[in-house]
């Protein structure tokens, strides 16, 4: 019992230890530059291709959306005929 304990204690160190040691790059400056440039495109078009098919996926799910909701509406409230 005390050994598995003293090992689980050494792992828990040794991924402590290891993440410390990692150094990342300050891409904030960057990014900021980036955004802050003025030339014509919207922010939220800014982020490249990513930001882009992000925003038109949502324009087509929302369109679509949008004309189904109107669709259920129409067939919910026009009544069947009856022969």
Same mark, same amino acid.
């Given at each position: 019992?005390?050994?598995?304990?003293? &090992?689980?204690?050494?792992?828990?160190?040794?991924?402590? &230890?290891?993440?410390?040691?990692?150094?990342? @790059?300050? $891409?904030?400056?960057? $990014?900021?530059?980036?955004?802050? @440039?003025?030339?014509?495109?919207?922010?939220?078009?800014?982020?490249?291709?990513?930001?882009?098919?992000?925003?038109?996926?949502?324009?087509?799910?929302?369109?679509?959306?949008?004309?189904?909701?109107?669709?259920?509406?129409?067939?919910? &409230?026009?009544?069947?005929?009856?022969?």
């Amino acid at each position: 019992m005390l050994w598995n304990l003293l &090992s689980l204690h050494q792992i828990t160190k040794r991924t402590i &230890s290891t993440a410390l040691r990692r150094q990342f @790059e300050n $891409k904030v400056p960057a $990014k900021q530059k980036l955004f802050q @440039e003025d030339n014509g495109i919207p922010v939220h078009l800014k982020g490249r291709i990513a930001d882009a098919l992000l925003y038109r996926a949502t324009m087509v799910l929302t369109v679509g959306g949008t004309a189904c909701a109107i669709y259920q509406l129409a067939v919910v &409230s026009l009544p069947k005929k009856q022969d």
